[in-house]
């Protein structure tokens, strides 16, 4: 496998239950992103985690729990989601420090809350 | 409040004929800017950057113009192509950020066969 991989591609969870996004990058980067992206907005920033500490976004509700065991992987845990979390979300890995700011994305987990 | 935007939702064009994606940002310390090229149910990928030190980079197709002083840039693909038909977003960073990558809303171009 090569590039960053997200499972799963599709989710449909009710308001009560829990699930967990999963992202893996095979790049050696040393940076990785949770983005949720909404119909018509802008790619929206949830955590960075860099040299796997965490960069937290303060606007992101708790109920989304992002978690980072090592460089390669990453987690976003959900519990009692809402209809309006419903998205695309988004992992991104980058190499900090080389200046370019380029991120590599997966292909995204499609996230339905009923 | 947007510092990238991407005012224009959709664009379409014909099939050979020049697209002009613009985007215009708030952020004077933002320094380095991308294009990010999204099909359906893909992640975006990366197309071409270009750095606040020029106002000009070229890949094949694809060209980045940058105005600093209008804090506007604009991404040019000539000829278009139908497999060009995809979400275009902008994207802008600052060293003062950790190089984390501020997003525009992003542009439906449209090539018409």
């Known amino acids: 496998e090569t590039g960053v991989t997200q499972t799963p591609r599709h989710l449909v969870m009710g308001m009560t239950n829990k699930k967990s996004l999963k992202c893996e990058q095979h790049l050696g980067h040393n940076a990785m992103y949770w983005y949720k992206q909404s119909a018509k907005k802008p790619l929206e920033l949830m955590f960075v985690y860099s040299l796997e500490e965490r960069v937290e976004n303060n606007s992101v509700p708790s109920r989304f729990s992002p978690e980072c065991p090592n460089s390669s992987h990453l987690f976003l845990h959900l519990h009692t989601l809402q209809p309006e979390d419903s998205a695309l979300y988004l992992c991104?890995?980058?190499?900090?420090?080389?200046?370019?700011?380029?991120?590599?994305f997966g292909s995204g987990t499609r996230l339905t809350v009923v | 409040d947007q510092q990238v935007k991407q005012n224009s939702p959709s664009l379409s064009v014909q099939e050979g004929r020049i697209s002009i994606l613009n985007c215009d940002y708030t952020?004077?310390?933002?320094?380095?800017f991308l294009w990010y090229k999204k099909y359906p149910a893909e992640g975006p990928t990366f197309l071409i950057s270009i750095s606040s030190i020029k106002d000009k980079n070229e890949d094949g197709r694809f060209t980045v113009f940058l105005n600093k002083s209008a804090k506007h840039l604009s991404l040019h693909i000539v000829p278009s192509q139908p497999g060009d038909s995809a979400v275009y977003f902008c994207a802008a960073s600052d060293v003062g950020s950790a190089r984390q990558l501020t997003f525009g809303s992003g542009t439906q171009l449209t090539v018409l066969p």
């Open positions: 952020n004077s310390m933002f320094d380095y």
């Open positions: 991104a890995s980058s190499q900090e420090g080389t200046g370019t700011g380029g991120y590599t």
